[in-house]
């Protein structure tokens, strides 16, 4: 599945609508991050915030009481 889509680095999160992928998003690699714990729990509280925001645009978007 990784290549079919060209998933090149993890995690990354496909968003699909009838098998067609709609919106893509990499996230940090947590087995990468470096520095203090501080700094690390803030890019990872940051990457969940993004995770969050493309996923509530992608149901407000694609919900069927949206469509035309």
Known sequence: VARWHRVRSAPTFL???EGAVIRRLALRDV???AGSSARIQSALAEDMRRL???????LL???PSTRN
């Open 61 to 63: 978007e694609r919900a």
């Open 52 to 58: 969050r925001e493309v996923f509530l645009q992608v």
């Open 15 to 17: 968003f699909l609508d």
């Open 31 to 33: 087995r990468r991050l």
